[in-house]
């Protein structure tokens, strides 16, 4: 048995909560840059083939961890209440992961 090398090392999880938009710069393997996504009120959402950017309104549902969706953490699949600027209420699903990607990206159901 031996112990874990310094690159085979985890981090704790984002866990990207809803509210005013706050990134962390992660330094990575090769001195590179993850930006993990602490915090958004706002997603890029494809309607009707055109990218718009919503306000989030609330969490519906979190597939991955029904304790996410208690706690309102948004991750890859989580399902969005959003508003789009014509001030209409849509659901939209999540295709980015924002904890990794620094941004959220979803299109709606």
Known sequence: MRKKRKYEQGRKPAETAIGEEKKKAVRTKGAGLKMKLVSSGYANVVVNGKNVICKIL????????????????????????VKTPEGKDISVRVTSRPGQDGLINAVTV
């Open 58 to 81: 609330d969490l519906v549902k979190n597939p991955a961890n029904k304790d996410f969706t208690r706690r309102r953490i948004i991750t890859k699949g989580a399902v969005l209440s």
